[in-house]
């Protein structure tokens, strides 16, 4: 996600870089890559004309901050004007009011609208606390009902059985008294899509939206964020004729450039109110542009990542982790578990992304593939093994090695270089345990040893038990330099 305009973003910083002040000179031609790499990202004209003007204003007009690198202070403003234009700040919908909350999913065909829904419902079940009925109206596309029951029944949420023979305004009708019965707060209901804009389907969803205007509806509109300006041009065309509320992007995971994302608020006055990331019906964000701002400018996004943590690690299994770090111990359950976190956080990529910096590096480093690929076969090799192995590594001799090969599909080389490598891990983790417990690394003064964790300061030549370390061909300890 925006991985193109991060880069071009980053290339252009390098004119202002090391300068003592900023001038009208010495930004000129970081705003001409600017301009470029916003119109290469598909965004639209007139937006890139005032986020340009309104960035060089605002630089040339503000005082450098004393001891602020005037970079910085350049990377603050566009970060602020990015942030603008994009919306400020997250506006979700307000479900809190009386009465029965009816949600219209508007858009094309193609666009996502049918899995957003599903998405939409278990968020709001699981973060709003919400009972909610998802209903089927399109009925022009039959396969779309199959869909939706489907999804609703993985999501564990009621899916009111629609008679797609009738008009939508007629089934949403019955869904709403369906819902008051079952005392529903909240209904989703999944309209119908076309190729293209036209008069039938505007006219469609008029009439459904009029049928439900004493409970002043919701009406999200699910743009594809890979079609860039032909996004937008759909935003604008659904909200003049029908009025929506918020817009939902769509496939946000798949699109680098971000055209989109940064063109609808300012073209259509509509803010965005949720993106999908990817596949999974847990893969949904709300949109916050001050997040996305610092994702672009790599600067990261670090109150992301900590509430993706809290949805998605296991307490227990956290805490369990933490003690037993804290006691020095270290064991394969240990890495399986971590491993598992990080696969439930999405792929190291993504992750890295939102750590501050690491866009950067990410781009040196290269594809992440065969690094992922690599943690693959450890889980696997390591589901091979038995509780007891997990716990106590160093019990896996001939006969057990023989095992765990056969069992996962590996040879008997590979497992052994699984070992020495979670063995390089388990001293590393040792001594960042005795770090935590007596203040810094193996080996120096009240540090962790090769004998166990030293804690007397004054001890005589508290560097002399260091364990000598023998050269490893590669890049590191864990194979092809990945871990």
């Given at each position: 996600?925006?991985?193109?305009?991060?880069?071009?973003?980053?290339?252009?910083?390098?004119?202002?870089?090391?300068?003592?002040?900023i001038?009208?000179?010495?930004?000129?031609?970081?705003?001409?890559?600017?301009r470029?790499?916003?119109?290469?990202?598909?965004?639209?004209?007139?937006v890139?004309?005032?986020?340009?003007?309104?960035?060089?204003?605002?630089?040339?007009?503000?005082?450098v901050?004393?001891?602020?690198?005037?970079?910085?202070?350049?990377?603050?403003?566009?970060?602020?004007?990015?942030?603008?234009?994009?919306?400020?700040?997250?506006?979700?919908?307000?479900?809190?009011?009386?009465?029965?909350v009816?949600?219209?999913?508007?858009?094309?065909?193609?666009?996502?609208?049918?899995?957003?829904?599903?998405?939409?419902a278990?968020?709001?079940?699981?973060?709003?606390?919400?009972?909610?009925?998802?209903?089927?109206?399109?009925?022009?596309?039959?396969?779309?009902?199959?869909?939706?029951?489907?999804?609703?029944?993985?999501i564990?949420?009621?899916?009111?059985?629609?008679?797609?023979?009738?008009?939508?305004?007629?089934?949403?009708?019955?869904?709403?008294?369906?819902?008051s019965?079952r005392?529903?707060?909240?209904?989703?209901?999944?309209?119908?899509?076309r190729?293209h804009v036209?008069?039938?389907l505007?006219?469609?969803l008029?009439?459904?939206?009029?049928?439900?205007?004493?409970?002043?509806?919701?009406?999200?509109?699910?743009?594809?964020?890979m079609?860039?300006?032909?996004?937008?041009?759909?935003?604008k065309?659904?909200?003049?004729?029908?009025?929506?509320?918020?817009?939902?992007?769509?496939?946000?995971?798949?699109d680098?450039?971000?055209?989109a994302?940064?063109?609808?608020r300012?073209?259509?006055?509509?803010?965005i109110?949720?993106?999908?990331?990817?596949?999974?019906?847990?893969?949904?964000?709300?949109?916050?542009?001050?997040?996305?701002?610092?994702?672009?400018?790599?600067?990261?996004?670090?109150?992301?990542?900590?509430?993706?943590?809290q949805?998605n690690?296991?307490?227990?299994?956290?805490?369990?982790?933490?003690?037993n770090?804290q006691?020095?111990?270290?064991t394969?359950?240990?890495?399986?578990?971590?491993?598992?976190?990080?696969s439930?956080?999405?792929?190291?990529?993504?992750?890295l992304?939102?750590?501050?910096?690491?866009g950067?590096?990410?781009?040196?480093?290269?594809?992440?593939g065969?690094a992922?690929?690599?943690?693959?076969r450890?889980?696997?090799?390591?589901?091979?093994?038995?509780k007891?192995?997990?716990?106590?590594?160093?019990?896996?001799?001939?006969?057990?090695?023989?095992?765990?090969?056969?069992?996962?599909?590996?040879t008997?080389?590979?497992?052994?270089?699984?070992?020495?490598?979670?063995?390089?891990?388990?001293?590393?983790?040792?001594?960042?345990?005795?770090m935590?417990?007596?203040?810094?690394?193996?080996?120096?003064?009240?540090?962790?040893?090769?004998?166990?964790?030293r804690?007397?300061?004054?001890?005589?030549?508290?560097?002399?038990?260091?364990?000598k370390?023998?050269?490893?061909s590669?890049?590191?300890p864990?194979?092809?330099?990945y871990?």
């Amino acid at each position: 996600m925006f991985d193109t305009l991060s880069e071009k973003f980053s290339n252009a910083f390098k004119y202002i870089q090391g300068k003592s002040k900023i001038t009208e000179e010495n930004i000129e031609e970081t705003l001409k890559e600017v301009r470029t790499a916003l119109l290469e990202a598909d965004v639209n004209f007139k937006v890139v004309k005032e986020f340009v003007a309104s960035v060089k204003e605002k630089s040339l007009g503000e005082k450098v901050i004393k001891g602020v690198n005037p970079g910085e202070q350049f990377v603050k403003i566009m970060h602020d004007e990015l942030a603008k234009i994009m919306g400020d700040a997250n506006e979700e919908i307000n479900l809190d009011r009386p009465g029965i909350v009816p949600i219209l999913i508007v858009g094309l065909n193609g666009q996502g609208k049918t899995t957003f829904s599903g998405k939409l419902a278990l968020h709001l079940k699981n973060k709003k606390k919400k009972d909610v009925l998802l209903v089927p109206a399109d009925t022009f596309r039959p396969a779309a009902k199959a869909q939706l029951q489907t999804l609703a029944k993985q999501i564990d949420v009621d899916c009111f059985d629609s008679d797609l023979g009738l008009h939508p305004k007629e089934i949403v009708r019955q869904a709403l008294e369906e819902a008051s019965k079952r005392h529903k707060n909240v209904v989703i209901i999944d309209t119908a899509g076309r190729l293209h804009v036209d008069l039938e389907l505007m006219d469609q969803l008029k009439e459904v939206k009029e049928s439900l205007i004493g409970l002043n509806p919701e009406v999200l509109m699910v743009a594809d964020a890979m079609t860039g300006q032909a996004a937008v041009e759909v935003s604008k065309s659904f909200h003049d004729a029908i009025g929506v509320t918020g817009i939902v992007l769509s496939k946000m995971d798949s699109d680098a450039k971000g055209g989109a994302a940064l063109s609808i608020r300012h073209v259509t006055g509509v803010p965005i109110r949720y993106v999908s990331m990817g596949e999974k019906m847990k893969d949904l964000e709300l949109f916050h542009p001050d997040r996305l701002a610092k994702r672009i400018l790599d600067m990261g996004d670090v109150l992301s990542l900590v509430e993706k943590a809290q949805e998605n690690i296991n307490e227990n299994d956290a805490e369990s982790m933490m003690k037993n770090f804290q006691k020095g111990k270290f064991t394969v359950e240990d890495f399986l578990k971590q491993m598992d976190m990080m696969s439930n956080l999405g792929s190291m990529a993504s992750i890295l992304k939102m750590i501050p910096g690491m866009g950067g590096m990410l781009r040196e480093i290269g594809d992440l593939g065969p690094a992922e690929a690599e943690m693959k076969r450890m889980k696997i090799i390591i589901s091979s093994m038995t509780k007891a192995e997990r716990e106590n590594y160093k019990i896996i001799k001939e006969s057990r090695l023989k095992r765990i090969a056969n069992g996962s599909g590996s040879t008997e080389q590979a497992v052994k270089d699984f070992l020495s490598k979670f063995k390089q891990m388990e001293q590393m983790m040792g001594g960042m345990s005795a770090m935590m417990n007596g203040g810094g690394f193996p080996g120096m003064p009240g540090m962790g040893s090769k004998k166990g964790f030293r804690t007397d300061p004054n001890a005589v030549n508290p560097f002399g038990d260091m364990p000598k370390e023998k050269k490893k061909s590669g890049k590191g300890p864990w194979g092809k330099g990945y871990f």
